[in-house]
């Protein structure tokens, strides 16, 4: 291996699927950290390093910091969600909390962006800061040509992996940060000791801030040199602005990235390996039906408008921002809005959805919907239909605190959702059901539709009349169809034979 081509960048997920959108509180300072990192390490005996445990950041978030439980909570929840975790011991997660009866019994179980150039400059603007909170206590002082004299143990540079990975050469294998550091031909660069097993604060940070470069799995990479995906249905010719791309042919499955861009009344649709684990980014999207039925591993939808997506579970953090009149139908583990307008959220989620801030009108509504690989899909990204928050959202906002900016959907404006494609599966009703107040609405509306049908076929109309009211009811579902927006959906399916089936790509 050539030791001169050695290439490290910052992990794109960590700020994606970690940063919470939303200003830290003012104690989340670099003085309390510092403070953080030593009470931490001393108590290493009570289960608090190297391993953060939620009984010690319960203690801290709500003692020290003067966090919320909720708020405490939730910021632990987000990191853990990062953690490598199989999809069977996520679901089995799921059922211990669907079994609890108390909140105490909860608490006992509980003892457990897409910019990557701004990821970049963060982690190189911070980078000192960094290593001097993974300098053991006593060598933390407020010298900093001191803490550049100190030493960095291996265990540091482990966590530092959190954030940064790399490779060798043009080698296509990525290894954490560690990895790299400690490999024996590059002991001087990185100022490894074999003798005291530690790094040389000064060398250490010279090393990294020398290799690191742009993420060749990132956004920006993906824009640049990604291949267009081909769609199972498309109408063709009315989006030339589209830009749709992902990485799939150069990146490993836990790096894959899709971004579309700019789509513009179209419906598309598509389930394949592409999608199966990625991260999809959609943006300033308009007046169009997206289907993504495969396992995800995060989405991000922003500043789109008057459009409906349909996606299949989310293994990690469903986030919207700055959208108008969007729907989005999805089993998530996480969902946060920022700054959306008047948006339907119709979710199955084991998480309280959180409504950060700049929010007016959000409705929330429960999953009502399927297609026949769904419960597969939700087995592979560790999802189960219990315990479901969909209707117990978190306001984490400063602006605004009262539970007026959201609603929930009331049982006489709901409606089961349709997916119109044909897909191989078991799947063939909604995952967990209705609650009973939707399940009675909509059992009442069909006792109302039969009644109707009855009342129609005991006028014993004569052919001429039965033809009148043929046309206006049809005249009437044109308008409806209209006026609601699924003309255009209806149109852009046609034809049937085109967008009938969910080919891979």
């Known amino acids: 291996m050539d030791q001169s081509g050695v290439l490290l960048w910052v992990k794109a997920e960590p700020f994606i699927v970690g940063a919470l959108q939303v200003p830290p509180p003012s104690k989340f300072s670099l003085h309390y950290l510092r403070k953080i990192s030593t009470y931490v390490r001393t108590r290493a005996t009570e289960g608090a390093y190297p391993r953060l445990y939620w009984s010690t950041w319960r203690h801290i978030a709500c003692g020290k910091l003067q966090l919320a439980k909720d708020l405490a909570w939730l ?69 900093s040509h001191s803490a550049h004299s100190s030493l960095v143990s291996r265990e540091a540079v482990v966590a530092l992996s959190f954030l940064i990975e790399g490779a060798v050469s043009r080698a296509r294998k990525i290894h954490p940060l560690h990895e790299l550091a400690l490999w ?58 589209a830009k749709i791309a992902c990485n799939s042919h150069v990146a490993p499955r836990m790096h894959r990235i899709v971004v579309m861009s700019q789509v513009h009344k179209q419906t598309l649709a598509k389930s394949s390996d592409t999608l199966v684990g990625a991260h999809v980014k959609i943006h300033r999207c308009s007046e169009s039906f997206i289907y993504l039925l495969s396992p995800l591993r995060s989405m991000t939808i922003e500043k789109c408008r008057n459009s409906t997506f349909v996606l299949g579970p989310v293994q990690t953090a469903l986030h ?38 700049g929010n007016h009108t959000v409705t929330l509504a429960p999953f009502h919907t399927h297609y026949p690989m769904l419960e597969d899909h939700m087995a592979r990204t560790g999802l189960a239909t219990v315990p479901n928050h ?35 599966g078991d799947t063939t009703e909604i995952p967990g059901g209705l609650p009973s107040v939707y399940q009675k609405a909509l059992r009442q509306r069909e006792q109302k539709i039969q009644i109707w049908q009855k009342t129609v076929k005991e006028a014993h109309l004569t052919k001429d009349q039965r033809k009148q009211f043929q046309v206006l009811v049809e005249n009437k579902f044109y308008e409806w169809l209209i006026n609601t927006g699924h003309r255009q959906q209806l149109d852009s399916l046609v034809p049937p034979v085109a967008g009938s089936k969910q080919a891979a790509g």
Request: aromatic fraction near 10%.
């Open 390 to 424: 969909w209707d117990n959202p978190m306001i984490v906002c400063r602006e605004n605190s009262n539970t007026s900016v959201f609603r929930l959907l009331p049982p006489c404006e709901f409606y089961v959702f349709i997916i119109p494609f044909e897909m191989e």
């Open 184 to 241: 024996p031909p590059l002991h001087a660069q990185s100022g490894f000791s074999k003798v005291s097993k530690t790094f040389s604060f000064y060398k250490l940070e010279a090393w990294l801030r020398a290799c690191l470069t742009g993420n060749p799995f990132g956004t920006s990479a993906c824009l640049k040199s990604g291949k267009k995906l081909a769609w199972a249905h498309q109408v063709e010719g009315t989006t030339k602005r």
């Open 320 to 357: 919207l921002h700055g959208c108008d009149n969007v729907k989005v139908i999805a089993v998530c583990h996480r969902l946060s809005l920022s700054s959306t307008t008047g948006c339907v959220f119709h979710i199955l989620t084991p998480t309280r959805p959180l409504i950060l801030s």
């Open 75 to 143: 910021y632990f929840e987000i990191f853990d969600s990062l953690a490598v975790k199989t999809p069977e011991e996520r679901l089995e997660w799921s059922e211990i909390l669907s079994n609890c009866t108390s909140e105490e019994e909860v608490e006992k179980q509980r003892n457990q962006n897409w910019n990557d150039y701004s990821h970049q400059a963060f982690v190189c603007d911070h980078l000192s800061d960094l290593l001097e909170l993974l300098l053991d206590p006593e060598q933390l002082t407020a010298s």
